[in-house]
């Protein structure tokens, strides 16, 4: 299968700082990202979302940047809390293949109390 | 919200037996059905994508005959780990497209060792 990259970097933030995440993704046709967090021991959740089409989109306290130009997404959590502790990943979709998903490597997010 | 039910949630098999896992979509219908595996401290690797009524599609590098992956109904996918080793111990994963929301639905994962 495909993945990008094989390093699971760490990010650790204090508890009420801004986190930001970031990720590079590997094919140009990609057409939809996808930002995922992943607790120990359980499947990835859906965090948001993005079409290539934008290059910003706000949920609650999460924001997605994508930039095409240099195939760079970020992810940045507003007032990081400790349940924010889990890896996140990022993901691309696009039309070819069957519209599969493939994830990028991964940060574990460490939030300080 | 659309949720997936996968089981077991860990398993413990001797070295040569075959494993089932389920994955269930328990309040829509999922035609198309994406197993993953995952290493310790490693990303998401896609293994194949499950088609309800037709032949799963593998990745390159996946063993279609030792991964058997059926979709027999469009609420149910499986994967058989067959002849197992200890190297195939990992988490395993499925995930269908979610419905009322972004991105895809995952199960919560199978712990698969295998002694």
């Known amino acids: 299968g495909e993945s990008v990259g094989l390093h699971l970097p760490t990010l650790s933030v204090q508890e009420g700082d801004n986190s930001i995440i970031n990720c590079a993704y590997s094919?140009?046709?990609?057409?939809?990202f996808i930002w995922y967090k992943q607790e120990s021991g359980k499947g990835p959740q859906f965090i948001i979302d993005i079409r290539s089409n934008m290059d910003k989109r706000q949920g609650q306290r999460v924001t997605v940047l994508l930039n095409k130009t240099v195939k760079h997404l970020s992810l940045q959590i507003a007032a990081t809390q400790p349940g924010d502790s889990a890896v996140y990943f990022c993901a691309e979709n696009s039309g070819t293949g069957g519209f599969k998903t493939i994830f990028g490597a991964g940060t574990r997010l460490f939030v300080k109390a | 919200g659309a949720v997936v039910s996968q089981h077991p949630s860990w398993v413990i098999c001797k070295s040569g037996t075959s494993v089932k896992i389920e994955c269930r979509s328990l309040?829509?219908?999922?035609?198309?059905m994406f197993w993953y595996r995952q290493f310790p401290k490693q990303s998401l690797m896609l293994m194949a994508t499950?088609?309800?009524?037709?032949?799963?599609?593998?990745e390159q590098g996946v063993e279609k005959d030792k991964f058997l992956i059926n979709h027999a109904s469009l609420t149910l996918s499986t994967l058989t780990v067959t002849s197992a080793h200890p190297e195939d111990s990992s988490f395993y994963i499925c995930?269908?497209?979610?419905?009322?929301?972004?991105?895809?639905?995952f199960g919560s994962g199978t712990r698969l060792t295998v002694v």
């Open positions: 995930s269908a497209p979610a419905t009322g929301q972004g991105g895809y639905t």
């Open positions: 094919n140009s046709a990609s057409d939809y």
């Open positions: 499950s088609n309800e009524g037709s032949k799963a599609t593998y």
């Open positions: 309040d829509f219908q999922a035609t198309t």
